[in-house]
């Protein structure tokens, strides 16, 4: 067992891109589990946009020089309860440190299921692959054969989105990414129609091309001029599902998409935006209906896993530049060889 701990501190506040300068690895001795919790080990981590957003001086946002939260799965090493045993896996959201003292009411346990690897319950099964589900089943209630936009499509909820898109029995699929490795993988390995690269050209004019004849939902995870050009294409009764504003949170104040107001009222276009959070009765929907997908190989995993709890900042600075394809996750050492 490591005798040490490391904590990552916000220790200064970005205006625009964050650097590593912003971050600190703070060095403890193993937190000592209170009577009634217990010390758990961290295996996997999740680095999310909205981390971005909590940088700011924002409510409920980081504290500077204070650990940071975040999605997390780890081992139980020590126990003074127990509810919680020596060897169990939980889910907590102690994030961006290597070991945390858990309650009972602090962890979630994961369901196993046969076949499905850990990294799932952060990816697939977890708030991105939820994010996904909530976002066609209830925001769009997608009916089979309607023809979708997704935008940052190569992302975490962007290939989620288009995997159980076309397992729901979607249409045309179309989506937008950042390089032309993306838009290859996209078409290529997720079963994307027709993908552009939004640095080619005004959104309006390559959406247009890669879908001439309209939408009738998009799953908007970016904002700005992608939004106003889906508005665009957009067919009578289309939905457009706000899931982020990812264009925005490294230049906060930037003026939001301008787009026609008339087109919402004339094509009776719906625009409704959610929170995963607000959903978590859902999780088990999820599981029924991604699982069996998962076992059976009709759903593969879309995810970029780096190892080594010290490249966590990177893991979340690269994301942020879209060096991930798939979800982003980090991964200790010692499960990375564990599991090889
Ligand atoms: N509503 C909710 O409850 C909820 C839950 C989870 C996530 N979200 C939102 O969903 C979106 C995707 O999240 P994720 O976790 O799946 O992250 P992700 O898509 O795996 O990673 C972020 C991606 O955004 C793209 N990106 C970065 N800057 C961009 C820009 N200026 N314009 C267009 N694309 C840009 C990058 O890909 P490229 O290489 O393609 O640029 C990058 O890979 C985010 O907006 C996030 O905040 C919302």
Redesign the pocket.
């Known amino acids: 067992m490591n005798k040490t701990a490391l904590t990552v501190h916000q220790i200064a506040r970005p205006h625009g891109f964050p650097t590593a300068d912003h971050f600190a690895f703070i060095e403890s001795t193993l937190p000592e589990p209170a009577a009634g919790s217990a010390l758990v080990e961290n295996l996997y981590w999740s680095v ?3 981390h ?2 909590m940088m700011d001086d924002v409510p409920g946002g980081f504290a500077l020089d204070a650990p940071l939260e975040g999605r997390t799965i780890g081992r139980v090493i020590a126990s003074r309860t127990p509810r919680l045993a020596e060897g169990e896996l939980v889910f907590h959201r102690q994030g961006w440190r290597t070991h945390a003292a858990v309650t009972p009411e602090e962890i979630r346990r994961l369901p196993r299921f046969e076949g499905v690897p850990l990294t799932a319950y952060l990816s697939t099964l977890g ?2 692959g ?2 996904a589900y ?2 066609l089943t209830r925001i769009a209630r997608l009916q089979e054969g309607e023809d979708l936009f997704v ?10 989105t288009g995997r159980f898109a076309r397992l729901l029995g979607a249409g045309r699929l179309v989506g ?4 032309a490795a ?1 838009v290859g993988h996209l078409t290529r390995e997720v079963g994307y129609d027709a993908v552009f ?3 080619d050209g005004p959104a309006a004019d390559l959406l247009a091309k890669a879908a001439p004849d309209g939408i009738d939902v998009f799953v908007d ?4 001029e ?1 939004l106003a050009a889906a508005v665009g294409v957009l067919r009578e009764f289309g939905r457009i599902v ?9 230049t906060p104040g930037t003026a939001s998409a301008i787009f026609n107001y008339a087109d919402i009222v004339e094509k009776s276009i719906r625009m409704e ?7 978590r009765d859902m999780q088990e929907e999820l599981y029924e209906f991604a699982v069996p997908h998962l076992q059976s190989g009709r759903l593969p995993l879309d995810e ?1 896993v780096l190892d080594g709890f010290e490249h966590i900042v990177d893991a979340f600075l690269g ?10 996750i980090v991964r200790d050492r010692t499960e990375a060889s564990s599991v090889r």
């Open positions: 999310d946009p909205y971005r957003e708030g991105t939820l994010t909530v976002g935008s940052a499509a190569a992302g975490g909820v962007g290939t989620a937008s990414a950042g390089s993306k690269n939004y640095h995870n970016v904002g700005g992608q706000r899931v982020g504003t990812i264009s925005q949170y490294n935006g959610f929170l995963v959070s607000n959903y970029t994301m942020l530049r879209g060096e991930n394809t798939g979800k982003i």
